[in-house]
């Protein structure tokens, strides 16, 4: 014991030094291209008159083989002959600029970055502006850290937008959520609002303020169950459930956001590793959908296309696999390790390696890493105060107030008064949990409030107990939770799941509560004078179907990890400072789901074997809350404006002249065959008037689907074609538009994964009302 704690101290002295040291090398950004070194002036590819094309090409032909090697990994080591600084690819920034990743440190002058709500609660807002506010938040923050001399890279490997197909699925609360078209939405804001582009796109004129990566490309949506793991992990993927459901948010992505990155996924796409499919990253990405970026690995990804999933014989072959497919750069060493010996083994012609380089580069310069120092140019201005500034702060809140969803909320128990002599117990092992907060993917936040902080702003007469140590709850301690609640006017339950219980490498085994609970969850609202406030923390859904039919429960909040900010935001919801309006951006299923082998990728359901389905979409199983399912403190009927909104939509009318197509039940028409013209000039309006009846104004989304009586062909059940958040007054009527895309709105993939629209009736539906429209094609 003594020996180690002597050799402690000298090693925690070295450390200290060493990052004392680093503090004072850190104050300068990295950048290539100095105006004070004479040889640049001689390199064409500093020359920023030059189209970044040229300029790239001028660089890499300037490389050794070994330099260039050595270009093809996250952390890129100098070229000091060339004045080019190392570079590392790997940052993060999910809800934040964070320290995961390799490239940034936040230490020094910034200490801290905003802390934005996990996105699955962002997400439940179905906010799009909010999304890219939170976006451009994080852009501004992501540079201001690197103007200060504390990030080494600008490549940021957000957002990830793969389906929540699955509620075990621990990474689920990293995604927006389960919808293609939504998920799609929230990619888009993003990315832009990261690079610097516009709310409505078009304005990103070459320079990125920081680069955004769309991942995991594709189908990944599993990491460790039942002894199956991402790693080794084939998804077998109809092409009617890839072309409807896991591409379309890559899609928009790539074509509407116009994002600079992709990451290519750990698992195999029907045989295929993701990172060695030529069809996926070249064919599909760069070539229909005109993706100008970089494609990087997953960490790893390269090394066990060889080493576990045994597709490539040798090492080289996986190199030479990923290379021809269109992948760049390699998050890990095999790259670095096996390129020079395939190229020796004249198994990889040298081209493949500068096609790579030249997509590597032209992001570098696209930052403006090669233009000279970045504090005189573009973003140059952006310094220290504006991270964790009270803006971006103030946002963080905004983005918790509008996701937290009421699912319960009994005879008006909320919000509570708010009474000088009110008394109140707060229950639970997530009451005063700050890291559960944060949830994955996270910085050291400006600052955090818990929930139990921000209720004692409300009641100064306030008890807590955890009731129990962990989340895991094996041994509440319910005898002195009882007596707390016992003594309160009201009792706030704080419970759920945190990343011990779902989070990246581990999925869920079951959709209860863990451990005791729900014991102490029942067993408080039985001794509480009044029914019970719960608060639910968690990224993906839990079955609380005893607290939803316990009427001593009055009122459940689901209130995701809500961010630095999330105690404000819970407390000002529970006592009415902030009227909810968040919906569920996934289905709650009943525990009964579990039957369902996570690694049964089909998304429709199936009859004859008993499949259920996946997602508001195709599944017809038992639910305990749907898809876009919230209340308020305000109710907000609906109706359709009937003069503005047509009952017949004719698709009969292209003047391709292809005739209609017959499956077995429907007459059918393939998008393709309707053409984009034919698609732009029949769009129409979808007019929704909507009405605040409470006493409160109010922030909520109006979610419009179509649906069907009785789908068939694999047509979705029912699909949300749009939404929008809006404010009303107490009292206040306001009149919303959608516009509808006949082609995207109403078509569903068939069994080839082409579009179609079938013939038929539908109904546009928004909260309980529908508006029939009869397609003919």
């Known amino acids: 014991m003594k020996l180690r704690a002597l050799i402690l101290i000298p090693l925690i002295f070295f450390s200290t030094l060493i990052f004392l040291i680093d503090l004072t090398e850190s104050t300068q950004p990295p950048y290539s291209c100095d105006s004070s070194n004479p040889s640049t002036e001689s390199y064409p590819f500093c020359k920023t008159t030059l189209p970044i094309h040229e300029r790239v090409h001028d660089l890499v032909s300037r490389l050794t083989l070994d330099e260039k090697i050595s270009q093809l990994v996250n952390s890129a080591p100098p070229i000091p002959r060339l004045g080019i600084p190392s570079y590392e690819w790997w940052s993060e920034a999910l809800h ?79 995604t927006p959520g389960e919808d293609p078209m939504m998920t799609g939405k929230y990619a888009v804001a993003y990315v832009r609002g990261v690079q610097g582009d516009s709310y409505e796109g078009g304005k990103l004129a070459g320079h990125l303020k920081a680069s955004a990566c769309c991942k995991h490309f594709t189908a990944y949506d599993l990491d460790s169950w039942n002894n199956v793991t991402r790693f080794g992990f084939n998804a077998k993927v109809t092409q009617q459930d890839l072309a409807d459901t896991y591409q379309p948010p890559f899609k928009s992505c ?26 996926l990253l070249t064919k599909t990405a760069r070539g229909q959908w005109d993706f100008h970026g970089y494609i990087t690995s997953d960490c790893d990804a390269v090394g066990i296309i060889h080493d576990v999933q045994g597709y490539a014989k040798q090492p080289e072959d996986a190199v030479v696999d990923v290379l021809k497919a269109g992948m760049d750069v ?88 708010k009474s000088k002599g009110i008394s109140l117990a707060v229950i639970g092992p997530n009451a005063n949990a700050s890291e559960t907060l944060l949830g994955n993917y996270h910085g050291p936040p400006c600052k955090v409030i818990t929930p139990l902080e921000g209720l004692l702003g409300y009641a100064k007469k306030t008890v807590y107990h955890p009731g129990c140590d962990t989340v895991k709850c094996p041994n509440p301690t319910i005898d002195q939770a009882v007596k707390v609640a016992e003594q309160a006017d009201y009792v706030v339950l704080i419970v759920g799941l945190d990343q011990s219980e779902e989070r990246e490498a581990h999925d869920r085994d079951h959709l209860y509560l863990p451990g005791k609970q ?87 359901h199936d009859k004859k074997s008993g499949y259920p389905g996946r997602t508001y979409r195709f599944y017809t199983g038992e639910r305990v809350f749907d898809f876009g399912y919230g209340l308020s403190y305000s109710n907000y009927p609906y109706n359709f404006v009937s003069s503005l909104t047509q009952k017949k939509l004719y698709l009969n009318e292209s003047s391709v002249g292809l005739p209609a197509k017959n499956s077995d039940s429907r007459r059918y028409r393939l998008v393709s065959d309707l053409g984009e013209e034919f698609c732009q000039k029949n769009l129409f309006k979808v007019t929704v008037r909507a009405k605040n009846d409470g006493e409160m104004a109010g922030k909520h989304p109006v979610l419009l689907f179509v649906s069907q009586k009785n789908p068939s062909n694999g047509s979705p059940i029912k699909q949300l074609v749009g939404f929008k958040s809006v404010i009303l007054s107490a009292g206040e009527k306001a009149e919303f538009e959608f516009m509808l895309n006949p082609c995207e709105h109403f078509s569903h993939a068939n069994e080839d994964g082409s579009m179609v629209v079938e013939e038929g009736s539908r109904f546009l539906v928004v909260g309980d009302v529908e508006h029939p429209i009869h397609v003919i094609v």
Request: glycine share 10%.
């Open 96 to 174: 934040g600029v964070a320290d995961v990743g390799k490239g940034v440190r936040l230490y020094g002058t910034v200490s801290s970055a905003t802390s934005f709500p996990q996105v699955i609660l962002t997400a439940a807002s179905f906010n799009e502006h909010l999304w890219y506010r939170i976006g451009q938040a994080i852009g501004t923050e992501a540079r201001a850290v690197y103007n200060a001399g504390q990030a080494t890279g600008m490549t940021f490997w957000a957002p990830n937008i793969n389906i929540f197909r699955d509620p075990r699925w621990g990474r689920g609360q990293e």
């Open 254 to 279: 790539v074509e509407q956001g116009k994002a600079s990155g992709i990451m290519c996924a750990y698992n195999q796409v029907n045989g295929v590793p993701s990172c060695a499919d030529h069809n």
């Open 518 to 604: 729900q014991q102490l969850i029942s067993s408080v609202a039985k001794a509480a004078k009044k029914p019970v406030i719960l608060v639910i923390l968690s990224g993906g859904p839990v079955d609380i179907s005893a607290a939803k039919d316990n009427p001593k429960i009055g009122s459940i909040l689901w209130a995701g990890y809500p961010g630095e900010a999330g105690g404000i935001a819970l407390a000002e919801i529970i006592f009415g400072d902030h009227n909810p309006g968040g919906r569920l951006p996934v289905t709650w299923y009943t525990q009964d789901y579990i039957k369902t082998p996570m690694t049964d990728m089909r998304m429709r």
């Open 330 to 417: 390699n998050c890990g060493t095999y790259l670095q390790n096996y390129t020079k010996s395939a190229v020796q083994q004249k198994k990889l012609p040298i081209t493949f390696i500068d096609k790579a380089l030249h997509n590597l580069f032209s992001i570098r310069m696209r930052l403006g890493l090669f233009d000279g120092n970045p504090t005189k140019l573009l973003f140059g201005n952006i310094g220290p105060d504006q991270v964790c500034s009270k803006q971006h702060q103030v946002l963080a809140l905004e983005a918790a107030e509008d996701g937290i969803v009421l699912l319960k909320n009994a005879d008006k128990l909320l919000p509570l008064p």
